[in-house]
DNA sequence: CATGAATGAGATTTCATTCAT
DNA sequence: AATGAATGAAATCTCATTCAT
């Protein structure tokens, strides 16, 4: 079996290299990142990288795209939504959302990467929006109109815009991001956050 | 006039070469920016720099408390928002913020490189927590129980965390910082943003 | 023989540095060496250097030590003194001082960058007195008590302060340093000094 | 007599400089010596360097030159050492050279300066050796030849090379500039260096 | 005479990348 | 596949020198 785990060990081999990436680029940023880290971090060296990927820059672009990868798969598709409330569907979404950021340990940390790197990895940003905002902005939108339409929500709730909704969990990882520690506990912040958008989406008026 | 124009230019200079920096450090983060590019957009060469900063780090971090000075002079204080209603000092307060976001040309940037660098340059995140976060985060609590304890807001009003109420602002910077021109247009934004939060503290239930 | 030849140059690399540095280093001293010339020398590239030195000041200090090593080995040792007169034991010494310093190619040399530099690297100065100061003038201490208790010498040479005794050799090395080719030859030196240091220690006395 | 003063100062200051000069440049040696340490060290700034020398070298070879000129005013002239025996004479000379090398503050770290720039300032080693050196070795062998003359030495003190009488001085320099506090004190190592050469001129063999 | 801002050449050091083994 | 020695381009930082005031 010493074959097979050597083909097996081979077969990790980039995994592990992305992994180790993914730990120093975090830390460390794109630009300030050392090849000689991450390869030390898998217990190989420089070379060995070059091996598997072309250069840094693939590097870097595999390795957001290849761990931000699960979340995809996970995705909300608009058909689970269907056969539940709009109300339910709504809580459902957002409690995914955070479950999500509160877990995957890369979330945060890939979208702080996106962000510091805007300039220099436009196309990541671009593959964030169509793969992951857009297909939440878009099932947020049907919830709405849903809601709307059987009358669970307000009168107005179809023209709220989704991302007003989603928001506060982009702020709530921000907040994260800069002062560490000091942001609530997620647990009670997602609370408020659906406490806040039920209340958003009621049928009530107010002056 | 040569003598006042001679004098004149070396007390702009280090306000340039902040400026300049903050335009490189923008576009290309802290690590990826060179000297070079700082000094050349100024129109001196990189020995000037030294001239008037010991190091790029010290650049750095001047730049990033210089050009948010004026961000704290116009801080929301508490006595600003006595004298009128709790709901009309909270939608103050937020049309302030935003106010500050869409106009200082320098926040959402600052904000973007505190949250690229938070592992390399902790103390600037301090310094924002201290000096910006801190005290809108106060000034949101006061309303808050100012408006609860008048029955102005529902009773539940106390109890919000301050921070769900501002974190759309931080969303709303956060999806401009990575999908730029893809969010709502900001004035848009804050009229929803005011709606949602006078629904969230008024006196009404929800299922 | 290929593998060889590799295995060898890497293996001799360090050993080739180290002797480009010495010549660099005694032409232009410390502070104007370019490790550029160094490398030039050697006939790589700057980095190779730092492949394997941390930095300038390493090369030096490891330069100094590694090839001031040979001269430590044939250091005289008070047990090879032994089993002859005092005055053969004396001759032997310097005699031996005077082969190592008109042989030994860097002898010289690096007395001249610790003079040089006995400000920036004081850790070397003290390393030169403990390794190869310090015992000669421990041997010759010897000599002078049994050259005395054996009355070969006369009473008074027990007092004799070692280093009146060896001066002469510094003496001559400094003279060759300042004014090189105005010395006398170390031949003709040695055997004046001889002849001197016989005299001194000789039972004889003077007005 | 303002005016006189502020001449005065005026005077003083090239005087002023070169004395910095002499401390900065023998702390750290020529090239690790920056303009501004100096500068700093009289009160003024860089620019005023230039006002009084041409250029960094210039400054250096200035400052050797004038700083070693008092010695030269006071070099044993052939006549004065006339009119006394030629072993007061030998007495004579060596005591003033002590003389000078304990108690004047510049010759032994100029000389030390002359060891370490000996590649790059060799004119002022030539300067040494005519000026200084040269008269001091013509003197000594006048007295030896004098006093083998008249029967004062033995027969073979007309052959000594003098360096080998002056080389213990040079010697204490040196091991007092490797090891500074480790060498002899000073009287003591004139009344032994004085004690070995009676014994070397006197009309006594050995063995 | 004195200043000190500005320069620009050059020095050390770093590191992504290559390639022979 | 993996290594690691070597490269070379580039980045930060230094500092002698100049010159307008």
Chains 1, 2, 3, 4 share one sequence.
Do not use: C, W
């Not at 340990?105 to 805007?118: C, D, F, T, V």
């Not at 990541?124 to 709307?148: C, H, V, W, Y």
């Amino acid at each position: 079996m010493t074959k097979g785990s050597r083909a097996a060990a081979k077969q990790a081999r980039p995994r592990e290299i992305l992994e180790a990436a993914f730990e120093e680029f975090s830390l460390r940023g794109y630009a300030a990142t050392r090849l000689d880290d991450i390869a030390a971090r898998v217990g190989v060296t420089k070379g060995t990288i070059y091996v598997y990927f072309e250069n840094k820059e693939t590097l870097f672009e595999t390795m957001v795209i290849e761990l931000s990868q699960p979340k995809l798969d996970t995705q909300p598709s608009l058909s689970v939504l269907q056969g539940q409330s709009a109300t339910a569907a709504l809580v459902q979404l957002l409690s995914g959302a955070y479950d999500e950021i509160l877990e995957d340990p890369y979330s945060r940390e890939i979208l702080r990467l996106l962000i510091a790197e805007k300039n220099t990895f436009q196309s990541l940003s671009r593959r964030f929006r169509d793969n992951f905002a857009g297909p939440i902005f878009a099932a947020l939108r049907e919830i709405l109109q849903k809601g709307t339409a059987t009358g669970e929500f307000g009168a107005h709730a179809a023209a709220i815009d989704p991302f007003l909704i989603l928001s506060p969990i982009l702020g709530y990882i921000v907040l994260d991001m800069v002062l560490p520690g000091e942001s609530p506990a997620g647990a009670a912040f997602l609370a408020g956050h659906i406490d806040m958008v039920k209340r958003l989406v009621a049928a009530t008026t107010v002056p």
